[in-house]
C-alpha cells in the first residue's frame, strides 16, 4: 500500500487503529477509487485477515452516508430515483464508471428468463444492438468494471419484487429472490446513470453512476396504468412504448379498456361483426381500429418480458353500444341503435334476461384468454342506467360465474361491490362507493381515486387536453395521498394497489396520451412502491424535476408541469 498520501491530500473516511496489533487503517475517498492505508503492517497473517475484514466492513458504515429514502438531510443530493427505494446509502464521492469493456454477468447455470434480463441491461449500456450478457464459469468470480445479476432464493425478506443493488467503485451487483426483482434492480440502475445512457448511438457517452447500497421492494403488488384505446384507438406499437414508459418506474399492470360505447377493439372470431361494424368508429368520426387476437398476444407477451401484465377489460353490461350496433340481438327488443362517436354515452345496455347475452360473454372471455392466458380480467360494470338493483346484481352474479370458469380473477369498478361477489374478486374504486363491502368479505380492492389517480383529469385549468369533472389534478395532488387512509373501512391488508386510468375523451395521438400520463404516472408510480413514511413532495419534486431530462432523451412528450424546476 502507498505511504505517500497523507490526510492533508484527501479527506479521511474512516479510520481505525488495532490496540494491540501497532496498525492503523483508512480508507479514502476519491471520485473513482478507494485507497486503504495500512501505516505499518500487522506482524502476523491473522492480524492482515483482521485489517481486511475491518476494512471491508466499515466501508459501507462509514464511507457511505445512509439514506432511509426522501429526508430533508439527503435530498438536495440524492440521486433521481423514481419510486424511492425503501433504504439507500450513498458514497457522496465514489462512482462506478462503464467504458467500453464493462459487461453484464449472469451465472452460469441461470435460467432463460435471467439471461434475458442480462440481455436487457447489456443492450442499456452499450453503444451497440444485440449485445448479451456474458455467463461466469463455474467457480469463477465477478470482474471487475462488470456489471453481476444473480438470483438468491434464500433472499426472501425481497420478496417477489425486491432486490440488493451495491455499486463500488470496481463492480455493480444486482441480487433478487425472483427474476422481477432483478429487472427492477436494472431500472434502478438505469436511473442512476445520466440521461445519455438513454441515447445508444451517441458518441463517447460517458456513464457514471455513485456508488450506493439499495435494498428495496415494493408496498404494494399492483401498480398499474388504465389506457382507455376504445375511445381512441391506439396501435400496437405505442401500447408497446407505453408498456416501456411503465417499466422504467416500476409499474406492473397495464388495464386495456378494449370496449365501450365508441368502439370494440379486440378480434372475437366467433363473433366477427364486432371488429367488423364496432372496431371502425371512434369519437369524433376519427379512425377507428382493432388488435387481432395475434396482436394482442404479442403485446402481452411483449408486456411479460418487462414485467408488465396486460389485463383485458370488456365493459358490460352497461358502455356496450359498439358491440349493440354489431349484433343487435344482444338488445332487448332486437334493434341495433345507431353508432355512438361523441363524448359520454347512451343509457343502452346488454339485455341481461336473454341467453344469447350470456353465450356472447362466454365466447369474448373464452377467446381473449385463450389468446393470451391472462390472470385478471375485468368486466367493468360501471354506469348503468338502465337496470334494476335486483337485475344488475344478477347479472354480475352469473357473469363472475363465467369470468371464474375461464380461469381468471374477476375485477370490476366499484359498482358491482354490492352484488354477491367471491372474497376472490377484485373491485376497483374510482369514486365516492361502498367498496368496503368487499373488504368486509376479505376481498381486495384496487385504489383509483379520481380526485388523485384520474390522470386524464387537467392538471391545469388552461389546459386543452383532458376533462375536469373530478377537479384539476395537479402532479402534487397526485402524489399527495395515503391509499390505506383514503376510504373508512378499507385498510392497508385490504388494498391490492394503486392504478392511474388515462381515459381518451379528449386524446387522438401517442403524444396525447404521454402528456396526460407524464409525470403524473411517475408520482403514482411512487405512491404504489414507497412506503408512506418515506414519501415526501419536496424530495420528489426535485427528483422529478431532473428526470425531466431522461424522458426528453427517450422522446417523451411529458407536461412541464409548473412548480418543479424542470432539467430540460
Known amino acids: 500500500m502507498s505511504e505517500g498520501i497523507s490526510q492533508s491530500q484527501e479527506a479521511v473516511c474512516w479510520s481505525t487503529t488495532a490496540a494491540s496489533g501497532g496498525y492503523t487503517v483508512e480508507i479514502f475517498r476519491r471520485t473513482i477509487i478507494v485507497r486503504i492505508q495500512i501505516r505499518r503492517a500487522p506482524e502476523s497473517p491473522v492480524k492482515l485477515a483482521a485489517a481486511s475484514t475491518i476494512v471491508f466492513a466499515a466501508t459501507f458504515a462509514a464511507c457511505y452516508r445512509p439514506v432511509t ?111 422481477a426483482g432483478l429487472f427492477y434492480g436494472v431500472q434502478t440502475l438505469r436511473q442512476l446513470l445520466p ?6 448511438a451517441a458518441r463517447a457517452r460517458r ?32 401500447v408497446k412504448r407505453f408498456v416501456d414508459l411503465l417499466a422504467l418506474y416500476k409499474m406492473n399492470r397495464l388495464h386495456l ?25 371512434a369519437i369524433g368520426g376519427a379512425p377507428g381500429g382493432y388488435y387481432t387476437q395475434e396482436q394482442y398476444a404479442d403485446i402481452v407477451a411483449y408486456a411479460r418480458s418487462r414485467y408488465v401484465t396486460i389485463v383485458p377489460e370488456i365493459d358490460m353490461p352497461g358502455h356496450t353500444n359498439a358491440a349493440l350496433v354489431s349484433y343487435p340481438e344482444l338488445t332487448c327488443d332486437g334493434v ?18 336473454k341467453d344469447t347475452v350470456y353465450s356472447f360473454i362466454d365466447d369474448v372471455v373464452r377467446e381473449i384468454v385463450a389468446a393470451a392466458p391472462t390472470p385478471y380480467f375485468h368486466i367493468g360494470g360501471d354506469e ?26 374477476m375485477i370490476g369498478w366499484s359498482e358491482i361491490a354490492p352484488a354477491n361477489l367471491s372474497p376472490n374478486t377484485i373491485v376497483q374504486h374510482w369514486h365516492a362507493d361502498s367498496v368496503q363491502l368487499q373488504a368486509q368479505r376479505g376481498g381486495m380492492v384496487i385504489m383509483s381515486p379520481a380526485a388523485h389517480a384520474y390522470i386524464d383529469q387537467k392538471f391545469d385549468s388552461s389546459d386543452v387536453l383532458g376533462l375536469a369533472w373530478a377537479g384539476i389534478v ?51 408510480a411512487e405512491v404504489g412502491w414507497t412506503p408512506s413514511t418515506l414519501v415526501d413532495w419536496e424530495s420528489f419534486r ?27
Request: charged share 20%.
Open 384 to 409: 348503468v342506467r338502465n337496470l334494476s338493483p335486483d337485475q344488475y346484481r344478477g347479472f354480475i352474479a352469473r357473469v363472475q360465474q363465467i369470468v371464474t370458469a375461464a380461469g381468471p380473477r
Open 195 to 200: 440521461a445519455s445512457v438513454e441515447h445508444p
Open 474 to 524: 395537479t402532479l402534487r395532488r397526485t402524489y399527495e395521498w395515503n391509499p390505506a387512509t383514503q376510504i373508512p373501512g378499507v385498510g392497508e391488508s385490504s388494498i391490492l394497489g394503486v392504478e392511474g386510468p388515462l381515459w381518451a375523451e379528449t386524446l387522438l395521438t401517442r403524444a396525447d396520451y404521454e402528456y396526460m400520463a407524464f409525470p403524473r404516472l411517475a408520482a403514482l
Open 542 to 568: 426535485r427528483r422529478i424535476g431532473q428526470q425531466g431530462a431522461r424522458l426528453a432523451a427517450m422522446g417523451v412528450n411529458f407536461a412541464r408541469v409548473p412548480g418543479v424546476d424542470w432539467a430540460w
Open 257 to 281: 379498456h378494449l370496449s365501450d360505447d365508441q368502439g370494440w377493439r379486440i378480434e372475437i372470431k366467433e363473433w366477427p361483426e364486432l371488429t367488423a361494424v364496432g372496431g371502425q368508429t
Open 69 to 179: 429514502g426522501p429526508s430533508p438531510v439527503n435530498r438536495r443530493n440524492a440521486p433521481a430515483v423514481i419510486p424511492a427505494p425503501v433504504t439507500f446509502a450513498v458514497a457522496s464521492r465514489d462512482s462506478f464508471l462503464i467504458t467500453p469493456r464493462t459487461g453484464v454477468y449472469v451465472d452460469s447455470l441461470a435460467p432463460a428468463e435471467v439471461q434475458a434480463i442480462g440481455d436487457y441491461a447489456a443492450n442499456l449500456i452499450s453503444s451497440q444492438a444485440g449485445v448479451t450478457a456474458r455467463r461466469l464459469a463455474p467457480g469463477t468470480v465477478l470482474p471487475d468494471s462488470s456489471i453481476g445479476l444473480a438470483l438468491d432464493s434464500a433472499r426472501s425478506d425481497l420478496g417477489l419484487e425486491g432486490y440488493e443493488l451495491t455499486a463500488t467503485t470496481a463492480q455493480v451487483r444486482i441480487v433478487a429472490a425472483r427474476p
Open 207 to 238: 456513464l457514471i453512476m455513485p456508488a450506493v447500497h439499495v435494498v428495496d421492494h415494493p408496498r404494494y403488488a399492483w401498480r398499474g396504468a388504465m389506457l382507455d384505446v376504445s375511445r381512441h384507438f391506439l396501435p400496437a406499437a405505442d
Open 336 to 353: 341495433a341503435p345507431p353508432p355512438f362517436t361523441a363524448v359520454g354515452g347512451p343509457p343502452n345496455s346488454l339485455c341481461v334476461s
